[in-house]
C-alpha cells in the first residue's frame, strides 16, 4: 500500500532507499558468515521477548531482521524438507525462479482515461497521475508563481499568464471529475467517463514515468528491475495485476472482472513456468486483494487447484488487520501527496469518494490495542436562519447603483468566559457563512445555512457565552463610504456665501473634484478585486448578547429570537447643532435567528451497528490504559463508526453493509483478512520500528453548514496530550507507536510498525500458523512502508526465497 486511504506517502519527494543508510547490497556479500544469531536484544528482559512460531532475531549493524530462512543455505534446506521436487523443475544450467504474480497496493496503479466525453483529448491518457500530460504541470509545480516571482512582467504577458491559470484551474476541475466516484454509491464512475487500470508491468512500476520523476514517484520499479536482473522475464515468469484501487473488491469483479483474469494470469505463469507454482506478491491493499483472490480462487476452483499453482503468499508492509490511518483520511481529508495541488476541501471530497476506503478500515481492534478515535467530549450551539428574509434597503438606500451590493453574507462572532490553561484568543471565535445573492430587483437577501459552535461540555461553564452578529459586504470598506452632507456652522455660511464668487474658490472646487475622483476610482478598482478575492467589510452588528437561560438548562430546546442589526457608521453617532448634540437614529435592519444547545454524547457501547459491521470497534476485555487529556478534560474513546455517524458519512456506513458484509461467501473484512489464506506458505515481510500512526485525537469544529459546502465537522487535536509513560506519543493530533510501545499482542515486546501500518495488524500472519499453513517472517529495522520496495535487504529477501539453484531438484 502507498499510503492509507488517504495518505500523503504516495507522491511525496524522498530520495531513493537503495544501499541508503547501510542496507545489505544485493548479492555482493557471503552467504554463510553475514549473519549472527543473538538474541533479541530489542526488548528489556528474556520474559519480554515474543514468542512467535518459525520466526528467529537476525542482528546485524545495519537491519534486524526476523526470518525462519535468513541465508540461502538453510533456505535450500528448508525448500527440499518442505517441498516435493516434482514441484520445483529446474532448466539445465540455469536457477530455477519462482514465477511472481505482483499486486500492487492503494493508489499504486496506474491509471488511463479510456472514454472522456467532457474532455475527449484526455482520451489515451495516463489520469493517475501524470499531471504534466494534461496541462497541468504549472499548476503542481508552481511554475507560473515562480515565474511571477524571479522577474516583472508586461501587462500583456501577465494577461497570457491570467488565461493560463484560470485554464489550469479548469483543467484540475476536470481531473477530479475524472478521478471522484459517484458521492452517492461509492462505486461507479460519473456518465460519460471511464478510467481503468494500465495493465502489466508498465502500471505497477513507477506512477510518473520519467528520468526526473522515477526516483519520487515508484512503486515497483526497483523491484522489478532486482528481479530482472537476477533474470525473471516480463510477462514469461514474472506478471503483474494491477486494478482499480478506488473500487470495493466487489466491483473489481462485477465491473472489470479483475478475479477471473488474474486467475487466469497464474494459470499462464504456471504453464509458461514449466509449471511451477506461483508467488503472490502483494504490498499493503495488495495484500488483502491477494487474500481476497485466494478466497476467490477457492470458491471457484477449490483447494487443489490453489495447492497446485499457488505456491506462496507473500505479503509485503500487509494492513491484515487493516491500518486506523484509512479512517482519519476520510474524516479528516488527506491530500495524498498532492499538497501543491488540491485544497483541502477538494481532497476531502476525492479521499471520500473512494470505494475501497472501508476495506482499511479496522474492524474489531486487538486486545489491548487504544482506540482509534479520541473525541474531546463537547456540546454544540447551533444557530439557524431557517431562510428569514433581511431587508437591507434602510442600510443602502444612499448607495448609488455602483457601490450596492448584490450579496451578503452573516458572520457570527462567540465570546466565552476563557476557562484556566486555555490561551487567551480560545474564548473569541467566529464563523461565515456562504455568501448569498439578493432577491432579483430587490435589496432583500435571505440565509439558509447553520452555523455550530464547539462548547465546553458543562452547561454551566458553555453558557458564560455571548453572541454578535455581522452582516458583511464583499470588497472594502474604503469604497462604501456614503458621502453626508457636511456640517457647516452658520457664520462660516455666510462667510463662504459672501466669497463664492472669488476664483481660488472655483479653483479648489476644480482640483478637489478631480482628486477625489482618482482617490474613488482607485478605491471602486479596489473594492471590485478585493471581493472576487473574498475579502468583505462590514455593513452592520448588533449587540452583544447572552444567550438566554433556558437554551442550557433544557438540552435540545430551541428559541427564536429577532436581532437588530445597525448600520456601521451609524452605531454611537452623533448629530449636532450649534453646542447641542444627540444620538443620531441609526439605520437597522431585523434578523431572526433560532438558537438551540445539545449536550454531548457519548461513545456507542454495542457492536451491533444499524447499518454495516463495526469500524475500529475498542476491545471491551483489556483496555489499553491509555489517558489522553487537555485542560483538565480527559478526551473519550469513541468506535470508528461512531465518528463516522457523526461526520454524516451514511453513504460510507451503506457501502459497508452492500459491498462489504454481504460479500459474505468471501469476507473482504473478516474471511479475507482475520483467517487463514488457504495457502501451504505465507512468507510476509514487512518493517518495524518506524514510529505509525495509531489513532487520531479529534475536537469538534465551529463550522457553518452549507448544502455548497463540504466540510468535516472534526478536526484534529494538536494540543492534546499523552502520557508518556504509556509509550505512545501524540503529534499535531495523531497518536503514534514507537519502538518503546509494548506489544499486548505479541507478549509485551516492545515495537512498532512500518510508519503506516500498525505492528498488532502487521504481524497478524503469526496466528496462521498451522499444520496445513507454514508462516514465516522477515521483519526489516526502519524500513517504511513505502520506501521498502526500494530497499535492497527487501531485493533480497525475495531473490532468497524465489531462487531455487539447480541441485534441489
Known amino acids: 500500500m502507498v499510503s492509507s486511504a488517504t495518505t500523503n506517502d504516495c507522491l511525496s519527494p524522498i530520495s531513493c532507499c537503495i544501499g541508503r543508510g547501510g542496507g545489505l547490497a544485493l548479492f555482493d556479500e557471503p552467504k554463510t558468515d553475514k549473519y549472527q544469531f543473538p538474541d533479541n536484544d530489542d526488548t528489556d528482559n528474556d520474559d519480554e521477548k515474543p514468542k512467535v512460531a518459525s520466526a528467529r532475531t537476525v542482528d546485524t549493524a545495519d537491519a534486524l531482521v526476523v526470518t525462519s530462512v535468513p541465508t540461502s543455505e538453510s533456505l535450500w534446506s528448508w525448500l527440499s524438507s518442505n517441498v516435493a521436487a516434482k514441484e520445483l523443475p529446474t532448466v539445465e544450467g540455469v536457477p530455477t525462479l519462482l514465477p511472481i504474480l505482483i499486486i500492487p497496493g492503494f493508489m499504486s496503479s496506474g491509471l488511463e482515461i479510456q472514454q472522456s466525453k467532457v474532455r475527449p483529448e484526455w482520451q489515451g491518457k495516463r489520469l493517475w497521475i501524470n499531471l504534466g500530460s494534461l496541462g497541468m504541470s504549472s499548476l503542481y509545480f508552481g511554475g507560473a508563481q515562480q515565474q511571477q516571482k524571479q522577474r516583472p512582467k508586461k501587462e500583456s504577458r501577465r494577461k497570457l499568464d491570467d488565461i493560463k ?20 454509491d461509492l462505486r461507479t464512475e460519473p456518465a460519460g467517463i471511464r478510467v481503468r487500470p494500465i495493465q502489466g508491468l508498465e502500471g505497477v512500476d513507477y506512477l510518473s514515468p520519467g528520468a526526473f520523476t522515477n526516483h519520487v514517484s515508484y512503486v515497483f520499479g526497483p523491484v522489478i528491475q532486482a528481479l530482472k536482473s537476477a533474470g525473471y522475464q516480463e510477462e514469461i515468469n514474472l506478471k503483474a495485476a494491477p486494478y482499480d484501487w478506488r473500487l470495493p473488491p466487489v466491483e473489481l469483479e462485477s465491473r472489470d472482472q479483475y478475479f477471473t483474469k488474474t486467475l487466469q494470469q497464474v494459470e499462464d505463469l504456471y504453464q509458461q513456468s514449466h509449471d511451477t507454482p506461483v508467488v503472490l506478491l502483494g504490498h499493503s491493499l495488495g495484500t488483502k486483494t491477494a487474500h481476497y483472490f485466494l478466497n476467490f480462487c477457492l470458491a471457484k476452483k477449490g483447494q487443489a487447484w490453489i495447492d497446485q499453482r499457488i505456491h506462496t503468499y507473500m505479503p509485503v508492509g500487509a494492513p491484515h488487520l487493516g491500518a486506523p490511518k484509512a479512517l482519519r483520511s476520510v474524516v479528516a481529508g488527506d491530500k495524498m501527496g498532492l499538497d501543491a495541488f488540491l485544497n483541502a476541501e477538494e481532497a476531502l471530497a476525492l479521499g471520500r469518494s473512494f470505494g475501497s476506503g472501508p476495506w482499511l478500515f479496522p474492524s474489531e481492534l486487538p486486545p489491548g490495542v487504544p482506540a482509534s478515535v479520541y473525541v474531546l467530549p463537547h456540546g454544540i450551539l447551533d444557530i439557524r436562519f431557517d431562510g428569514f428574509v433581511v431587508d437591507t434597503n434602510p442600510l443602502v438606500h444612499k448607495r448609488t447603483a455602483m457601490t450596492k451590493p448584490n450579496r451578503y453574507q452573516l458572520m457570527v462572532e462567540m465570546t466565552q468566559r476563557r476557562l484556566p490553561g486555555q490561551p487567551s484568543s480560545s474564548h473569541n471565535r467566529t464563523v461565515s457563512t456562504s455568501f448569498c445573492n439578493t432577491v432579483t430587483g430587490k435589496d432583500q437577501v435571505m440565509f439558509t445555512d447553520k452555523i455550530s459552535f464547539a462548547t465546553h461540555e458543562n452547561p454551566k461553564t458553555a453558557s458564560q457565552a455571548r453572541i454578535r452578529f455581522y452582516l458583511q459586504e464583499p470588497g472594502i470598506a474604503a469604497a462604501k463610504q456614503e458621502k453626508e452632507e457636511p456640517y457647516c456652522n452658520p457664520i462660516m455660511c455666510f462667510l463662504k456665501w459672501i466669497t463664492c464668487c472669488c476664483v481660488c474658490d472655483y479653483l479648489y472646487r476644480l482640483v478637489r473634484w478631480i482628486t477625489c475622483g482618482l482617490v474613488r476610482g482607485l478605491a471602486l478598482s479596489a473594492d471590485a478585486i478585493t471581493g472576487v478575492g473574498g475579502v468583505s467589510s462590514n455593513l452592520a452588528f448588533s449587540e452583544y448578547f447572552v444567550i438566554p437561560h433556558e437554551v442550557w438548562t433544557n438540552g435540545g430546546k430551541e428559541i427564536e429570537k429577532t436581532v437588530t442589526l445597525n448600520h456601521k457608521d451609524d452605531y454611537g453617532a452623533t448629530d449636532h447643532f450649534f453646542c447641542f448634540s444627540w444620538l443620531k437614529r441609526p439605520r437597522t435592519a431585523k434578523l431572526s435567528v433560532r438558537i438551540r444547545w445539545t449536550p454531548s454524547e457519548g461513545r456507542t457501547k454495542s457492536v451491533q451497528r444499524v447499518i454495516g459491521s463495526a469500524v475500529c470497534q475498542p476491545s471491551e476485555d483489556t483496555p489499553s490504559g491509555i489517558a489522553i487529556t487537555k485542560n483538565d478534560q480527559i478526551y473519550q474513546e469513541f468506535a470508528g463508526h461512531d465518528i463516522l455517524e457523526r461526520e454524516g458519512l451514511d453513504t460510507t456506513l451503506q457501502l459497508i453493509h452492500s459491498a462489504y458484509d454481504r460479500d459474505a461467501t468471501i469476507g473482504p473484512r473478516d474471511k479475507s483478512s482475520r483467517d487463514a489464506p488457504p495457502v501451504k506458505r505465507v512468507h510476509a515481510i514487512y518493517g518495524i520500528n518506524v514510529p505509525t500512526e495509531v489513532g487520531a485525537i479529534y475536537k469538534r ?51 512498532c510498525g512500518d510508519g503506516t501500518v500498525p505492528y498488532w495488524s502487521l504481524q497478524h500472519c503469526h496466528t496462521w500458523k498451522s499444520s496445513t499453513c507454514d508462516v514465516s517472517v522477515v521483519e526489516l529495522q526502519k524500513a517504511e512502508h513505502r520506501e521498502i520496495l526500494a530497499d535492497s535487504r527487501f531485493h533480497k529477501a525475495i531473490l532468497e526465497y524465489c531462487r531455487i539453484p539447480k541441485e534441489t531438484a
Open 165 to 184: 491559470q484560470a485554464q489550469q484551474h479548469q483543467y484540475k476541475s476536470m481531473w477530479l471529475e475524472h478521478m471522484r466516484l459517484n458521492d452517492k
Open 701 to 751: 469544529k465551529d463550522n457553518c453548514l452549507a448544502e455548497s459546502r463540504l466540510d468535516n465537522l472534526y478536526k484534529l487535536d494538536a494540543r492534546a496530550r499523552v502520557d508518556a509513560k504509556s509509550g505512545y506519543t501524540s503529534k499535531g493530533g495523531l497518536l503514534f507507536e514507537t519502538s518503546k510501545t509494548r506489544q499486548y499482542v505479541a507478549d509485551g515486546r516492545k515495537v
